[in-house]
């Protein structure tokens, strides 16, 4: 490093001592590295280094599509593409890819590394599912492919793994062809989280595309009260005959003061926002309002003021009924807490086949925490009653979870492990999280 | 347009290439390496949504010279035509390794100045030869005064925007378009590594500049805009000023 620098995540907490190297060249760059960030919008500490190996590579330049087939919709692209490239090109023309996340402003490599998952997840199971083949630079130095028939283990401990299994140098998935540019959706009104996941059951299997925003402030009769969006690919008649055309955003230019987010201020918005949103009937939906809402304000993080924020995203079964998803939102509702105001809620499908991938059967709340002395207490309780119900926590998003919490939540982490030493067997990838949250230390006495 | 771009490959030359072809343009790249042009190709195609082998490619090394004739031949072959030629290909080092490596700047003073020079000269007589066309190529704020970080490079950027202000005067009325382009520090591979000063620009934004010039044939161009008036403020500066000051 030559000068004195910092990185951090989405969420601006930790900043931690680091820098990136860029280059449109990534196999270069990626020799002897430790990890390769993409586009920084994982919350946490996972696309941070660890200390001591501050300089991580950076995909971003990386950012080429190598092909595509339109009769299959097979593409292929090097790890720093954006999805906003792909959106902005492919939608128009009638593709879309088969899993977005909130954000357009990711990386295909980090849309792996994370196995992201969107509002289809009921249906569609993660981005990982739809991932055909990885090109991979490994910590011995070789260049690797990897896929569900080629070094399958390697393929599913990267999907998800969080980049700790070798850098992400390409990626082929497979692109879905949509009715037209539009989206067709309604609304609806829930007054409490049993009514959520039933309206979210209900509409599984009519509805591609299906998320609440959840209150995640009010107590009492108002408790995980919301609204339930559930949306397809406009048909026909339905669309507009123009596509659409971008929304233009706003750039927060600066931090806002810390004390800006309280409880007043969140319950204020909270109300504003159902008040506003109220029961509405099928019509058309421009995608970037119901994909990537947040987008529209550039740097929104900013808002969180400069001590930065965490998002904790856990899923918790559905064999747990409503009474565990209560307990968690009057955990979250406590006094004392400052939830943001708006959180989403989401029913996840089955587990796909990414050894560390996030979601499993269950009901998923992703909710924003300021970071504030309370912040890891809390966490630590959320993460009991998770551990307890059998669920677990999305790495791409955690900053506080502890190392036996994580352990207790997953079965898989053994069959992770042995297989990421097979391929690092000195430990050489690594990150802020993974110091954190797993031992990677190089095999003592060869047994994983 | 039937557009030529050596050194599409990385950098700014990627992103006015991306703007070139998404708007409809036809391209043909330049550059050194044969399979690293075709995955630019590639991606320029998959972009536009053109079939794969539209965009055509052929190897032209700025320490080459005796290529450049036969890329520029083969770009026209491949085109059926050439309306515009555009040079964003270059080198960069820090004025302390150029000190430090006689070789080095040698090489840079060749590349960035002579061979570039010798490759528009070719391309001004193609161009000419079919009566009309631009010929867009990036040199550097770099140019505009001797400055001491970049003493050498600063030279041959220098040379090279005389040696295009002069060919505009020449041939404009021919209906050769001269265009040069003197970006401020943008963020680019070239770059990476160097403390980074205000005003910065993105690749993409520059891309976006020099497309309205090349349709303008706008003579010269300063990306980001504002790099204009910092210049401007630059040159009027005293010699006493300039030696003083560590910019
Ligand atoms: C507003 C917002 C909404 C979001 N919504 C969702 C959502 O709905 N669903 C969801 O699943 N996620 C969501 N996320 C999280 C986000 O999709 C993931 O964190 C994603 O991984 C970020 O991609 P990135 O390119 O920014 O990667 P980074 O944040 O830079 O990196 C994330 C991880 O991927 C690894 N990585 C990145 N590139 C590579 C590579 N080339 N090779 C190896 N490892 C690599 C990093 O090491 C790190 O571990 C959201 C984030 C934001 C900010
Ligand atoms: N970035 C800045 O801040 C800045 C400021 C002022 C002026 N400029 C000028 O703007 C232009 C573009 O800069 P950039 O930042 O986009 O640079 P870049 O990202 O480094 O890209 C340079 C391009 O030039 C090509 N190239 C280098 N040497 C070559 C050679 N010998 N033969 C053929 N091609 C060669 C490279 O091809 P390969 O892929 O083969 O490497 C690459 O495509 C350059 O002329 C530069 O001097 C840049």
Not at chain 1, 8 to 19: K, Q, Y
Not at chain 1, 390 to 408: C, P, Q, S, V, W
Request: net charge positive; proline share 7%; charged share 25%.
């Amino acid at each position: 490093m030559k000068r004195a620098e910092t990185l951090a995540g989405w969420g601006r907490s930790p900043v931690v001592p680091g820098c990136e190297v860029r280059s449109e060249d990534l196999p270069r760059i990626t020799v002897g590295r430790p990890l390769t960030r993409g586009l920084g919008r994982s919350y946490g500490d996972s696309s941070l280094p660890a200390a001591g190996d501050p300089v991580v590579a950076s995909a971003v330049l990386a950012d080429r599509i190598l092909a595509f087939d339109p009769d299959s919709g097979t593409l292929r692209a090097e790890a720093g593409l954006p999805l906003s490239d792909l959106y902005r090109l492919f939608l128009p023309r009638g593709w879309f890819v088969p899993v977005t996340p909130g954000t357009q402003f990711v990386t295909v490599g980090g849309m792996v590394a994370s196995d992201i998952h969107g509002g289809n997840h009921h249906r569609d199971g993660c981005f990982g599912a739809h991932v055909t083949e990885l090109r991979m630079r490994v910590a011995d130095g070789r260049i690797v492919d990897c896929s569900r028939t080629e070094e399958r283990d390697l393929f599913r401990a990267t999907v998800g793994g969080m980049g700790l299994t070798g850098h992400i140098l390409e990626v082929t998935f497979r692109m879905v062809r949509v009715s037209s540019p539009w989206l067709w959706g309604e609304s609806e009104r829930v007054r409490n989280v049993g009514e959520f996941v039933e309206v979210l059951g209900r509409a599984a299997a009519d509805w591609p595309f299906t998320k609440g925003w959840i209150d995640c402030v009010s107590r009492g009769k108002n408790l995980g009260r919301g609204v339930m969006f559930r949306a397809r690919w406009a048909q026909g008649a339905e669309a507009p005959a123009k596509p659409p055309t971008p929304k233009k955003g706003f750039t927060l230019p600066m931090n806002l003061p810390s004390w800006t987010l309280n409880r007043l201020t969140a319950r204020v918005f909270n109300g504003l926002y159902y008040q506003t949103h109220p029961t509405r009937p099928a019509s058309v939906i421009h995608p970037d309002v119901f994909f990537y809402p947040l987008d529209a304000i550039r740097h929104w993080n900013r808002v969180y003021g400069k001590k930065g924020f965490t998002q904790y995203q856990c899923v918790i079964p559905h064999s747990s009924g409503p009474r565990a998803l209560t307990r968690f939102l009057e955990m979250v509702t406590r006094p004392g807490v400052v939830a943001s105001p708006v959180c989403v809620i989401k029913d996840c499908g089955p587990e796909g086949d990414g050894l560390l991938s996030f979601p499993k059967s269950g009901i998923s709340f992703a909710i924003d925490f300021p970071v504030r002395p309370w912040t890891q207490g809390l966490i630590d309780s959320l993460n009991d009653l998770v551990v307890g119900e059998g669920g677990r926590i999305y790495l791409a998003k955690d900053t506080f979870t502890r190392r036996d919490h994580f352990a207790k939540m997953e079965p898989r982490l053994a069959e992770w492990q042995s297989i990421r030493r097979q391929w690092d067997p000195e430990g050489r990838l690594r990150s802020a999280q993974s110091e954190r949250l797993l031992d990677l230390g190089p095999t003592k006495g060869g047994s994983p | 347009m039937k557009i030529v771009v050596l050194g599409a490959t990385k950098g700014m030359g990627r992103a006015l290439a991306r703007r070139l072809c998404e708007r409809g343009d036809a391209l043909f790249l330049l550059g050194r390496d044969p399979e690293d042009l075709s995955r630019s190709a590639r991606d320029l195609e998959a972009r536009a949504g053109r079939p794969a082998g539209s965009v055509g490619t052929a190897v032209c090394d700025l320490e080459r010279p005796e290529g450049f004739a036969p890329a520029l031949a083969a770009a026209e072959a491949g085109l059926g035509g050439l309306d515009t030629v555009v040079v964003t290909a270059g080198l960069f080092e820090t004025q302390e390794r150029l000190e430090a490596d006689a070789e080095l700047a040698r090489r840079l003073l060749t590349v960035d100045f002579a061979n570039t020079v010798v490759f528009c000269e070719e391309a001004r007589r193609r161009l000419l030869a079919r009566g009309a066309g631009t010929l867009c190529v990036f040199s550097s704020v770099a140019g505009e005064r001797g400055r001491k970080p970049v003493v050498l490079y600063g030279a041959a950027k220098a040379g090279l925007s005389r040696y295009l202000e002069g060919l505009d005067h020449k041939f404009r009325a021919q209906g050769l378009r001269t265009i040069c382009v003197k970006p401020g520090f943008v963020r680019t591979g070239m770059t990476e590594g160097l403390k980074t000063p205000p005003f910065a620009g993105e690749p993409d934004a520059v891309a976006a500049r020099v497309v309205k010039a090349i349709d303008r044939g706008q003579p010269v161009v300063y990306a980001p805009g504002i790099w204009g008036l910092i210049m401007l403020v630059i040159r009027l500066l005293p010699r006493f000023v300039m030696r003083k000051i560590g910019f």
